[in-house]
Every structure is written in C-alpha cells, then in structure tokens.
C-alpha cells in the first residue's frame, strides 16, 4: 500500500518527467474512477506536483494565464494501488481513471492508474484538515504536534494502532510502524503515551544540559540516539533514498531494492497479530501488555531451502486415501497472498452493509415444512427393499 514515501517519489516522477511537457485539452476521467470530473481546459498548461504525507497534490497551470484558465489544483490520495504513469496516449493501461494529455504529436498520457479503486481525488488546493504535519517534509511541526498533545485520548492505545492514526502521524503505514518499532525494540502494544512521555522528559534534559551545543553537535547525537519521532522521518527518508530508480517509469513496479531493504515487515521468522483496527503488526520478540487477548502470535514462513532431485529408483511413497484428500483441499484453497491480505487490512473499517443485509435476508428466508416421523420411517423402509428392484408394471 502506498505510504508517504511512494507519495513523494511519484510528487518527484512528476516533476521530473514532465516538468518540460506541454499538456493540452480537457482532462479525461473513466466511468467508473472515484473523483469527480475535471473542469480544466487549456490549449496549453503544465504540471507540478507536490506531496504531503499520504496526500498528492497536482496544479494544472495554463502557459498563458492571461489567456487561459485559471489554475487547477487536484489532492489525489493514492488508496492501496495508486500510481501515476507516463506512457503514450495509444498505449493507455488498464485502470486508468485519470488521464492528461500531452500537445506533442502523437501524444502521450499521464494517468492515474488504481487497479482496486481505492483511490480518489477531489478538487481544490486544500489538505484534509484532519491531517498532522508530514512526517517527512513538516518534521519538526511534526513532532510538536505530537508531544504537545500526549494528554489526547489518542495515546491510550497500543504505540503500533497510534502511530496509524493520521492526525498525529501523517504519513506513516503499516509497513513503515513496523520497521520503527522493530528498530527500536519497542514492543508493539506497549501504551503510547508511556512510550512518547519518555522522549518529552528526554528531550527537556537534553536542552537543560546542554544550551550551548552547535547544530552540528546536535545533529550529531540525535543520529546516535534516535527516538521513536525521529525514526519516523529518517525511515521513511531511507525508503525514498533507497528507491531511486522508482523515478524511472522503465522500473515501475521493480520492488526489489525495497524487499531487501525491509527487516521486520513480511519477513520470514517475524510475529505477526492483528490489532484492534483489523490491520496486522509484524514485531520481534513479546508483543507488549495491551496485546489483544485470545490472539496468538503467527511466525511468518521461512523460505524453504532448495530440494534436492529424487532418486529415479527409490520407490515412490504411498498416498493414502486421507492424504489425497488433504492435498485437493489445499489446492482448492491456497494461502491468502500478501496483496489479498493487504486488502481485507484495508477493507476492516469499511461499513459492513451488505454483510448485513446478508444476515437479514438469511434469516428471513422461510424454513421448508418438515414432515413428520412417521413419513420419513415409511420412505426409509420403502426405499430399503426397493433397491435394486426392477419398477412394478
């Protein structure tokens, strides 16, 4: 699922890419992409595009604002399959629900492409308000923001449910909390707000000690003593550094570098449980005290190592009957795969209406009439001695 450095990677393909193409005409929507329909024309404007944590914002500039429009500005969030691509107009991709087209001859296209349909725009300049400082481009606000407000009710809960919640941590994911915590050997439901009450007592020691330090010295000690707020912008900063070649539409989709980079989230060997919000946490070692009850951690598989070739002259094992079972019943339902996982997590706080209706309807259904004792007995003996009977003429 895109978090806040997917976001600022595609804010840079963006510039990058088409920060010297000429755009032209309206903007194109498919029927079924969840924003509404543009209302932008121009014979000739330019993109630019800029992130703030899980939000993207892209402003459409007419080359002559005498002459054109007015700037348009779209906030795009990117849902769990959000990109943005550059390829030509005649070679669009599936999943494109928006769609800007370049004046060069022949045209190419930048599209939003979101195979799920999680993702949505909506018109204007504005940020969601219910949004926090980014953890990355906002980071000292960021971080205001967070220990001035410890007293919310927020902070009652586990430090990894908390670290979701936008309002304070704009920007960070699933994958991202897992990797800070597990950095930091932070237990993952440990209470939030003993955890962050720490770092304020920290840091009020840190400027009573020493008020003359140099900006380099402090630099310095805080890359040798990273806390829980700083990881969160220097973590999410090793992922953008870390996927350069992303900026290359060739690479889109080479998730490689990331996989290696990763060392707690998916990882063979690592914990996993699901929180409170549906979403799971991968950790190390105890889950902490508010850890759900009744839940048992799950250790993510190892990868099997390679098997070595049979001998063509030993006997084969025999299959019983049971086994055969077991091996169709596996076929039949494989293991969720990562992507599905990730959207059931997605889909946990959605409302559940048609869930409900379901339950409704099933038990509204009218029962069959059922007959009594005797009828059935009667058919059972019948049947008995008429099997294998030729029908009576």
């Not at 393909?13 to 969840?34: K, M, P, Q, T, W």
């Not at 007015?70 to 990117?78: C, K, S, T, Y």
């Not at 087209?101 to 979101?114: G, K, Q």
């Amino acid at each position: 699922m895109p978090e806040c450095p997917e976001l600022h990677l595609a804010g840079r393909f963006i510039n990058g890419a088409c920060g010297a193409l000429v755009f032209a005409g309206g903007v194109e929507r498919s029927a079924v992409g969840r924003g509404p329909e543009v209302p932008f024309r121009s014979e000739a404007y330019r993109i630019s595009a800029v992130a703030r944590g899980k939000e993207l914002r892209l402003t459409l500039s007419a080359l002559d604002p005498a002459a054109g429009p007015p700037a348009q500005d779209l906030v795009f969030r990117f849902g769990m399959s959000g990109s943005f691509r550059l390829c030509p107009a005649a070679e669009l991709p599936r999943h494109a629900h928006l769609r800007f087209l370049t004046r060069e001859s022949p045209p190419r296209a930048l599209c939003f492409v979101d195979p799920r349909r999680f993702g949505s725009w909506r018109l204007g300049d504005a940020w969601q308000p219910e949004r926090g400082p980014c953890v990355v481009s906002e980071y000292q606000a960021f971080r205001e923001n967070v220990l001035k407000n410890l007293d919310d009710r927020a902070f009652d809960k586990p430090i990894c449910e908390v670290l979701l919640n936008q309002k304070y941590f704009n920007g960070i994911g699933n994958y991202l909390r897992a990797e800070i915590l597990y950095r930091l050997k932070i237990p993952p439901f440990e209470k939030a707000r003993t955890v962050l009450e720490a770092l304020k007592e920290q840091e009020q020691e840190r400027r009573k000690k020493d008020p003359s330090l140099t900006l380099s010295k402090k630099v310095k000690l805080r890359r040798e003593n990273a806390d829980l707020l700083e990881l969160c912008h220097t973590v999410p900063m090793e992922v953008i550094m870390a996927e350069k070649q992303l900026l290359d539409p060739e690479h889109t989709g080479d998730y490689s570098t990331f996989k290696n980079w990763l060392q707690c989230y998916l990882v063979p060997g690592m914990s996993s449980l699901r929180d409170r919000s549906g979403r799971t946490i991968w950790f190390q070692g105890e889950p902490g005290p508010m850890a759900p009850k009744g839940q048992r951690p799950r250790k993510t598989p190892r990868k099997k190592s390679p098997q070595l070739k049979a001998d063509p002259e030993a006997p084969s094992p025999k299959v019983t009957p049971r086994a055969s079972k077991q091996r169709r019943r596996a076929a039949a339902n494989p293991p969720k795969s990562e992507e599905e996982e990730e959207e059931q997590e997605e889909q946990a706080d959605r409302p559940r209406k048609g869930r409900a209706r379901g339950r409704r309807a099933v038990t509204a259904a009218p029962a069959s009439p059922e007959e009594p004792p005797s009828v059935r007995r009667s058919r059972r003996t019948s049947a008995r001695r008429g099997r294998g009977a030729a029908p009576a003429v």
